[in-house]
Each structure stands twice: as C-alpha cells, then as structure tokens.
C-alpha cells in the first residue's frame, strides 16, 4: 500500500510561487509514473502535470505550461510541483497521484484521472487578485 500526503499549499497574491511536495510512504514510488491533479469547487479533478518514472517525460495541461513544472526526487521518495506566475484561476486543491502500473506514460494516459491508483488527500492553494 502506498500513501501519499500533499504539502506546500496556502494563500499567494496573483503573480507569486508556491512549490508543493508530495511525500510517500509504504513503498516507493520510484517505477511509478506520477501526477498532480486539481479540483476546484464545483469542477471536477483535472489533470495538471505528469512525470516518469526517471524525470525523463514529463506532461503538462495547456492552461499551466510554462509556468508549473513537475519534478521528482525517487532518493527522497518524494514529487513536487513548482508553481509561478499563479493566477486566482490556479485555485484550487491539489493532489498527488500514483499510477503504480507503469513507468512511462503519454499524453492521453497521463490526463487521465482513472489510470492512477493511488491518491493523496489535497491540499489548498488559494490565489488571491
């Protein structure tokens, strides 16, 4: 079994960074791909950013490209997403997600919410105008 905890959420003013991690426990997560989600209220989850197993791919929603990137460190056990250049429609809470049934993915597989298994339990970001 793995869990997976979110940290690094809070309250920014438009324009400024956040930089979230994703710690796991249980087993590691190094040959899995990797994913942060977003659910807004009212919406539904979305996908945001997908990584390899190694770093080597990595994924990206349309509406954060070039402002988020999605990085991991597999000796840490640990996923991060660094967010810059935040806007209030960034609000939202964040997840972390596990797809433990491979170690590469691609763009259709990565955006979908059903191919990840395992699930952390959110965290907010709030952004402010």
């Known amino acids: 079994q793995v869990q997976l905890v979110e940290s690094g959420g809070g309250l920014v003013q438009a324009g400024g960074s956040l930089r979230l991690s994703c710690a796991a426990s249980g087993r590691t997560l190094s040959s899995y791909v990797m994913g942060w989600f977003r659910q807004a209220p009212g919406k539904e989850r979305e996908f945001v950013a997908a990584?390899?197993?190694?770093?080597?791919?990595?994924y990206y929603a349309d509406s954060v490209k070039g402002r988020f990137t999605i990085s991991r460190d597999n000796t840490k056990n640990t996923l991060y997403l660094q967010m810059n250049s935040l806007k209030p429609e960034d609000t939202a809470v964040y997840y972390c997600?596990?797809?433990?049934?491979?170690?590469?993915?691609?763009?259709?597989?990565?955006?979908?919410?059903?191919?990840?298994?395992?699930w952390g339990q959110g965290t907010q970001v709030t952004v402010s105008s």
């Open positions: 990584i390899s197993w190694n770093g080597g791919r990595t």
């Open positions: 997600a596990a797809d433990s049934h491979r170690r590469l993915s691609d763009p259709v597989r990565a955006q979908n919410r059903n191919e990840y298994d395992y």
